[in-house]
């Protein structure tokens, strides 16, 4: 099967080592993808709550240029990553094909840009691709060091199975926990892995914001993670980056590695952590980098 | 010619009803009268302010004599209504009831329509489809069956019983079919009910044993119906008797085997006490099980795993009652009517998986708790936590698998009341802190709402508000190594994190697993939800849209026990009803087969959704059972030889009533008869 792919701006920029382990394991796996020609941002969450027309025409004429690209394709599958561009294109699936007057608005707009939105696109996350059109099967076959011993938290965020429960339970995810289970890791059962991480609010009001990344954290390691895996370049970025203003605040000494599942499978497979984006992390995953090459961390 | 169709020249009444300002306030009624008039073969023409009522009755009647009126329409309300009514006048007037029509311009005009103009105009169309139709109507013989006096009961809980006693009562045969080893059903799992609070063993044993003892009830406990056939009156039912290693009319109950299982410790989880406690092989469900008889669980013991086991149980009993080598047995029996009362499954509380149970050990469902309550449960009637700890503080989640749109829409009426009974209840036997989580509080039944207030006053504490998650992630001190209910409290308007130690989940009502098995071995219908769909809502609560077949209890719906046996008090006495005329009449609307135009091809035979269409292989013809056809017509339109007419829906009623419809366009189907209408 042919994907398109749609990065949103986190990954080519705080999140370049979700792209970078991403694709790297796409290929590996033999993924066929192409990237989206001229792509915008999606408006992410904000935007709908400024103006709700135009944040559905932006993150349509993504769709749009999917079915451009695609047009001879039967099934247009579009593959965004991030959790926050996941949730949007999906609810702008949603609302369009649900409100006729909406759509006629926004196709309206598009076609001032020369584009057509009819509303055949399949948005999909690289989760969902990876466990249901690859196969749990196939991923454990492809890992050449499993990742025997290392306990991993997974983290899904608020955003990637809520509100849309379009591959997995919405209170339950199980997705990632399968997807560590098959790389050869136990997975941590822990009770907050749909708990929201501050979003936004660790750098805007960080009172609200850190205790939220805190409680997180600390609960993650209580039920002895080494490592927490997630799918959000925002999550990712918020548990790991202020790990030393949670320290300071709560007086406390958390030094949990928090990465992307795709590093996590990368390293399993092993691709090189050039190619993973590992450098590019500030909490060195100690355990798993000594558990897939039996000896130094290895960073460029 | 056709028209005459026994009686003459047609000589047609018209009445239309203004169903006092339902009809008239919508279509003009005196027009449509006027303009029927004018119509050929119509005699009179009249509109009237209630036709059903009986001086409207008695209008038709003496226009049949004083006219010699042969054919009688009546333009009223839907036929599902008084289609029967006018056809009994008819019928008094001395004309075949079915050379009466009805055409409905209530609910296909009047009450869809607000332009009285056009209103007015389709009921015309209407009304000269139906005056056309009548034309070709032929007087109509109803059959009658006689009716088998014995009943069948399908399912012993607490509404089997009350159906079986009724009708033995009653001085009739039945007999009481029930899967488990015993009757009782869930009732017999319960400590309390409510309102009231009496125990539900001291009223539900007596009926069990009243079960067992009467004579004119045969027992079947430990027994499935395999197969039914036949028809209201008449039915054949195959029963199958699986093995219990017992010889049930052996044994007496005195549970030495179960002393002298090789096991010297029970080891299995008790179904009956949803495995809070443990069973032998050998086992009795519950002390007061009816029959008192005990079964050998062949997954369990021993002796079917290896065949090498010493048999102790064998030497004990001194009545050779146990036979390990048993196999399943047949049994046919006749009855006329049957009742089913198969009850209802507990949602599955792992289906709702942010309550943590089956993850947190201390999260019960709620007929866990009431096996725990129990005097005779597991634990004497001692409410503990499974580590065994007294709870001091208790937390009952409502609409567990009820009113959801992730899980089950419905209300499953019984989980408010039976949590306010368990709440009191826990009170009283650990004086624990309880919190009920509801999002409406529903107590619609009598002393409910009195039983709601009370536990108000004892203390109960009731937050508004759906639960979002059990978890046991401690956020505060007075939380760590408990259970944390969080939840907004809708009433004050903040999100709360309740600490307990015992988490009970109101878990729903739901059709039971085989709910589709079994309606299709009967032949009824399920509604959307999968629980047995009755004839209608509010006036055949009971009733199946096959005859002879009713429903009671909570196969049909969530319901308490009072409902389950007012149901299962009216599933009897249609059966009784039936019994005591003796005979049913048919309605004769059924289909035939022209036997010289059927090819044999059989395509009619698997379409029939009644099964009464069989082949008959001496002539290789089809053949339809009238008894069980119900007219609906789709083996008439799926003949390809068009060998096979159907009373009151043949051709020339069908394309003349379609011409009279297409006339208002001016359009002439040119239908077959409609040029050579007879008419004086």
Same mark, same amino acid.
């Given at each position: ?42 408006? @992410?969450?904000?935007?709908? @709550? ?247 961390? @290895?960073?460029? | ?15 239309? #009803? ?61 036929? *599902? ?127 069990? $044993? ?15 119906? %395999? ?138 469902? !709620? ?51 039976? $949590? ?29 709402? %009195? ?65 589709? %098995? ?7 219908? #399920? ?44 599933? !009897? ?64 339109? !799926?003949?390809? $030889? ?29 239908? *077959? ?8």
């Amino acid at each position: 099967m042919k994907y398109l792919y749609y990065p949103g701006c986190s990954l080519k920029c705080t999140g370049r080592a979700y792209e970078e382990s991403l694709l790297a394991v796409f290929k590996a796996l033999k993924i066929d993808y192409t990237e989206i020609e001229d792509w915008n941002c999606c408006g @992410a969450t904000a935007y709908m @709550a400024v103006d709700e027309v135009n944040a559905f025409s932006i993150a349509a004429r993504n769709l749009a240029l999917a079915e451009k690209q695609f047009e001879k394709e039967e099934e247009i599958q579009v593959i965004a990553p991030c959790a926050a561009c996941y949730m949007v294109l999906i609810k702008t699936m949603k609302y369009l094909n649900e409100s006729p007057a909406l759509k006629e608005k926004t196709v309206h707009a598009l076609k001032e840009a020369g584009l057509n939105f009819t509303g055949r696109v399949k948005v999909r996350h690289p989760l969902d691709v990876l466990i249901n059109d690859i196969g749990i099967e196939a991923i454990a076959k492809a890992k050449k060091h499993p990742l025997k011993g290392i306990k991993v938290a997974s983290y899904y965020g608020c955003q990637t199975v809520r509100p849309y429960s379009t591959f997995d339970d919405q209170r339950d995810p199980q997705t990632m926990d399968n997807l560590v289970k098959a790389l050869g890791a136990e997975p941590v059962d822990w009770p907050l892995k749909t708990r929201c991480c501050g979003g936004s609010l660790t750098g805007t009001v960080a009172e609200v914001g850190l205790p939220l990344s805190y409680i997180l954290l600390k609960e993650a390691a209580r039920h002895g993670a080494d490592v927490v895996v997630t799918a959000c370049p925002l999550c990712q970025f918020n548990l790991e980056c202020y790990q030393t203003d949670i320290n300071k605040k709560f007086n406390e000494d958390i030094n949990l590695p928090v990465m992307y599942f795709s590093q996590l499978m990368g390293l399993a497979m092993d691709i090189p952590q050039k190619e993973l984006g590992m450098q590019r992390l500030f909490v060195k995953p100690e355990k798993v980098l000594k558990t897939v090459k039996g000896g130094e961390p @290895a960073y460029v | 010619m056709s028209s005459t169709n026994g009686n003459g020249s047609p000589r047609i009444g018209f009445y239309v #009803c203004h169903c006092g300002h339902n009809i008239a306030s919508v279509v003009n009624v005196e027009e449509v009268q006027k303009f029927v008039a004018t119509l050929p073969g119509v005699i009179v023409s009249r509109d009237y302010k209630y036709m059903c009522s009986d001086p409207g009755q008695e209008l038709i009647q003496n226009d049949i004599k004083e006219f010699k009126l042969n054919r009688i329409v009546v333009a009223s309300c839907s036929p *599902l209504l008084h289609e029967h009514t006018f056809r009994v006048a008819a019928e008094k007037g001395g004309l075949n009831p079915y050379y009466f029509h009805m055409i409905n311009i209530r609910e296909n005009v009047s009450w869809v329509n607000t332009d009285k103009v056009m209103a007015t105009e389709k009921a015309k169309d209407l009304a000269r489809a139906g005056i056309q139709r009548v034309f070709f109507h032929k007087p109509l013989i109803k059959k009658e069956v006689p009716i088998n006096p014995a009943v069948m009961i399908v399912g012993g809980g607490i509404a089997g019983i009350h159906a079986a006693l009724t009708i033995a009562n009653a001085g009739k045969r039945v007999y009481l079919v029930e899967r488990e080893a015993t009757i009782g059903g869930h009732m017999a799992m319960f400590d309390k009910t409510f309102p009231t609070l009496d125990c539900a063993a001291c009223i539900l044993t007596p009926k069990m $044993s009243a079960v067992k003892n009467n004579p004119n009830i045969t027992l079947w406990t430990y027994a499935e119906v %395999e197969k039914v056939e036949g028809f209201v009156g008449s039915y054949k039912a195959t029963v199958r008797h699986k093995p219990r290693y017992i010889k049930e009319d052996l044994c007496v109950g005195c549970m030495d085997c179960i002393d002298a299982c090789i096991y010297k410790e029970a080891k299995y989880p008790d179904e009956f006490n949803q495995g809070l406690s443990m069973r032998k092989p050998v086992y009795i469900p519950f002390p007061q099980a009816t029959p008192q008889v005990v079964l050998v669980d062949p997954e369990t013991c021993i002796d079917f795993k290896s065949r090498r086991c010493k048999k102790t149980c064998i030497e004990a009993c001194d009545r050779d009652a146990i036979d390990l080598h048993q196999i399943d047995t047949y049994e046919e029996i006749e009855v006329g009517t049957i009742i089913l009362s198969t009850g209802f499954k507990p949602f599955d509380a792992k289906r709702a998986p942010q309550y943590g149970y089956g993850k947190h050990q201390n999260v019960f469902t !709620a007929l866990e708790v009431e096996r725990l309550v129990n005097a005779s449960g597991p634990t004497n009637g001692e409410v503990l936590t499974r580590d065994g700890k007294k709870p001091k503080s208790v937390g009952i989640i409502h609409c567990v698998g009820s009113r959801d749109a992730k899980t089950n829409k419905w209300c499953s009426r019984v989980c408010c009341m039976y $949590s306010l009974k368990l709440a009191h209840l826990i009170k009283e036997h650990t004086d624990a802190e309880v919190y009920n989580f509801y999002i409406d509080m529903r107590t619609p039944g009598k002393g409910y709402e %009195e039983f709601y207030d009370k536990l108000l006053k004892e203390g109960v504490h009731f937050i508004r508000g759906r639960v979002a998650e059990v978890t046991d992630w401690a956020l505060m001190p007075e939380e760590k190594d408990r259970l944390t209910i969080r939840v907004e409290d809708t009433l004050i308007g903040t999100v709360r994190r309740i600490p307990v130690d015992m988490v009970v989940l109101a878990t729903g009502l739901v059709p039971r697993d085989d709910a589709q %098995e079994i309606r299709r071995m009967f032949n009824i219908s #399920c509604s959307n939800e999968g629980f047995f769909l009755e004839r209608h809502p509010k006036l055949a609560p009971v009733s199946t849209f096959t005859d002879g077949i009713f429903i009671a209890g909570a196969c049909q719906g969530p319901k308490d026990i009072p409902d389950s046996v007012a149901q299962a008090g009216a599933a !009897a006495a249609e059966a009784l009803s039936l019994i005591c005329a003796g005979k049913i009449e048919l309605e004769p609307n059924t289909a035939q087969i022209i036997e010289k135009d059927c090819s044999g091809c059989k395509s009619c035979i698997p379409l029939c959704p009644y099964s009464a269409i069989t082949f008959k292989d001496d002539i290789q013809k089809a053949y339809i059972n009238e008894a069980l056809c119900k007219g609906c017509g789709t083996c008439v339109a !799926a003949c390809p $030889s068009g060998s096979i007419i159907q009373n009151l829906f043949e051709d020339e009623e069908i394309f003349s009533e379609i011409d009279g419809l297409l006339k208002f366009a001016g359009l002439e189907t040119g239908a *077959l008869c409609s040029t050579e209408m007879e008419v004086q």
